[in-house]
């Protein structure tokens, strides 16, 4: 059957709304990933106080945080958005992405006595809150972005592995490696089965796949494959 012809120009995409459309999802996301860490921001607040002061009374507790958040959210916002926490992506996120976070949760805290002395605010800050402050920071921020790409990668892993063409990727190296990274992103190929020369990796599992041999051994793997 013959293909419709296109239609006008007019009624086609312009492919130089293409990069404007994907600027728009990439600012969409950044600030909504901004604004969960903000909203982060204000649980370790919360945590780091009630740790110090304890949780038997929650009003309390939100009651000496407030004035302290009131001041410290838009100064430690400004620090997050400038240390560029939000140009990665969450699915790849990386030991560069912790770094930039470690960073940024240092100097979100270093912020904070400096504003009350510069902005002369009447505020107490006790400084075990302000040595935990990064550490929860921390764990929060990078332990979030771990867990959605842990979780994103398992529910990619769980719906391609009974499904593409079995392939044995030779070499269980960083390039073996990096490879079956991508085949468990495909729905085309699945990987079964590693080779490697090295008698070292012979019965090991990398990213659920087990090292079956090396490259003289390729007919017999295959063959029990």
């Known amino acids: 059957m013959p293909r419709p012809a296109p239609g006008p120009a007019s009624d086609r995409d312009d492919p130089d709304d293409a990069p404007v459309s994907a600027l728009r999802r990439l600012n969409w996301r950044a ?3 901004f604004a969960y860490d903000l909203l982060l921001a204000v649980v370790a607040w919360f945590l780091v106080y009630g740790l110090r002061f304890g949780f038997e009374d929650v009003g309390t507790l939100f009651g000496r945080i407030a004035p302290v958040i009131a001041w410290a959210l838009p ?36 912020v904070v006595p400096i504003g009350v002395l510069m902005l002369r605010i009447d ?23 771990f867990a959605y790409r842990m979780l994103r990668e398992h529910l990619q892993a769980r719906g391609t592995r009974h499904a593409g063409d079995p392939v044995i990727v030779v070499g269980a190296g960083d390039a073996g490696v990096a490879l079956l990274r991508e085949l468990s992103r495909s729905h085309r190929w699945r990987a079964v089965a590693l080779r490697d020369d090295d008698p070292v990796k012979r019965g090991r599992g990398v990213r659920g796949v087990r090292v079956m041999g090396g490259t003289d051994d390729f007919p017999k793997v295959a063959r029990r494959l």
């Open 75 to 110: 100064l430690q916002a400004a620090i997050f958005w400038g240390s560029g926490l939000y140009r990665g992506l969450w699915r790849y996120a990386s030991l560069q992405d912790v770094r930039r976070i470690v960073v940024a949760a240092l100097l979100a805290t270093a």
């Open 31 to 33: 600030g909504t990933v």
């Open 123 to 145: 505020a107490i800050v006790p400084r075990s809150a302000l040595l935990m402050m990064p550490l929860v920071m921390v764990a929060l921020m990078a332990g979030s972005r």
